[in-house]
C-alpha cells in the first residue's frame, strides 16, 4: 500500500518503523525543527530523523489550514491509498482528509471515546486507571471524533509512569495499525461511531499540576507522581528547595500518625498522606542529577525532622 505518514514525537516512530516493514512510503509530514537544551540547537523531530535514515521525501509546512495549499497539492500528485497519522499535532482540513481513497488513520493512544485530545496517555495515569490502549479510527475534521476501526487494550501497572505506558502503547499502536490497514484493504472493516456520551477530553498537561499535596489520600498522590513522569515532574519542596519525584510506591494504605507532609521513614523516604504512607523511590535535587532514592539519601541522610510541602 501506498501510504504518507503524519507525525512528530517518539510515540509516532514505532508505528512507522513497522510500517516501513510492510508498506511503501510516500513521504513523511512532520512538525518543524525547533530549538532545544541549553545551547537551543535546532532538533529535527524523531519522525523526521527516522524518515531521512529511508530517504523518504519529508514536509514540514508550519500548518495544513492557514496557506498549506502547496503542501495539499503536493499530496494529491503523491495520490496515497491511505494517510496514516500518529501524534502529529496538527489538525487535518477536509481537503486533506478527502485525498485518500482508504480514508486517513488515526492512531490514538486511549479507548475512544474516552480521552480525546492532546494527553491521554498521561490522563489514564493521573486518574488511576486500570487500563487503556490503542484505538484507530478514520478520521474526521472534529478533535478525535471519527468512526473507530480497531481497538487493543492494555493493563495499567500499579508503579507504571506515564513514560513507560508511552512506550508499551507506541509498540502497541505499531502492531495495530498494520492489522488495520490489511482489513482496511480487504474491505473487512465496520467502522463504528462513537457514543458521545462517553467521551472525555484530556488537555494538555502543565506545571500547575507538578505541586504534591500531602494532604490528598496516597493513591491519589502516587499516580500524580506516575502520571507526570517524565515531564513536567511532580515535585515537593523541603529545606527551601525543590526536589522532583520520578517514581514512588504506596508504602502504606493505613492512616500514619504523623501530619501529611512529615516523614514516616527517614531511612526509606516515606512521607505520610492523608490516609497513607508514599515512598519515594527516584528523584531529583534542584540542581542535581536523576537518582534513586537510596542513592539521594547516601549523600544527603534525612534527620527526620523535615517536613515536605
Known amino acids: 500500500m501506498n501510504i504518507i505518514f503524519m507525525g512528530s514525537p517518539d510515540f509516532a516512530v514505532a508505528a ?4 516501513y516493514e510492510k508498506h511503501n512510503i ?13 545551547g537551543y540547537v535546532m532538533t529535527p523531530p524523531p519522525v523526521k530523523e527516522l524518515a531521512l535514515k529511508h530517504g523518504t521525501p519529508v514536509f ?3 500548518s495544513l489550514k492557514n496557506n498549506g495549499e502547496e503542501y495539499i497539492e503536493e499530496i494529491r500528485k503523491l495520490a496515497p491509498d491511505c494517510i496514516v497519522v500518529a501524534a502529529y499535532g496538527k489538525i487535518l482540513p477536509k481537503a486533506v482528509l478527502d485525498i485518500p481513497r482508504l480514508g486517513c488513520v488515526n492512531i490514538h493512544g486511549s479507548l475512544l471515546p474516552k480521552y480525546r485530545g492532546a494527553a491521554p496517555i498521561q490522563w489514564s495515569v493521573l486518574n488511576g486507571d ?4 490503542i484505538t484507530t479510527m478514520l478520521m474526521a475534521e472534529g478533535l478525535d471524533t471519527g468512526d473507530m476501526l480497531e481497538q487493543a487494550k492494555v493493563k495499567i501497572g500499579e508503579n507504571e509512569t506515564s513514560a513507560e505506558l508511552f512506550d508499551r502503547l507506541a509498540a502497541l499502536g505499531g502492531e495495530l495499525i498494520l492489522h488495520t490497514l490489511d482489513e482496511l484493504e480487504k474491505g473487512t472493516l465496520t467502522p463504528v461511531k462513537q457514543d458521545e456520551s462517553l467521551a472525555s477530553y484530556a488537555s494538555m498537561l502543565d506545571k500547575e499540576l507538578c505541586p504534591i499535596d500531602f494532604n490528598k489520600p496516597v493513591r491519589k498522590v502516587h499516580k500524580q507522581i506516575c502520571g507526570l513522569s517524565d515531564w513536567p515532574c511532580a515535585y515537593t519542596n523541603f529545606g527551601g528547595k525543590r526536589l522532583k519525584v520520578y517514581r514512588s510506591e504506596i508504602a502504606s494504605e493505613k492512616p500514619s500518625p504523623k501530619k501529611p507532609g512529615e516523614l ?15 515512598r519515594f523511590v527516584e528523584v531529583q535535587a534542584e540542581g542535581g542529577k536523576r537518582m534513586k532514592a537510596v ?8 534527620d527526620g525532622s523535615e517536613v515536605f510541602g
Open 16 to 19: 512507522l518503523e513497522r510500517l
Open 26 to 38: 510516500l513521504a513523511v509530514f512532520t512538525q518543524t525543527d525547533k530549538p532545544k537544551g541549553r
Open 60 to 62: 514540514q509546512p508550519k
Open 130 to 133: 486500570d487500563e487503556t490502549g
Open 264 to 278: 514516616v521513614d527517614k531511612d526509606r523516604f516515606e512521607i505520610a498522606c492523608g490516609d497513607g504512607v508514599i
Open 295 to 302: 542513592d539521594y539519601l547516601r549523600g544527603k541522610p534525612l
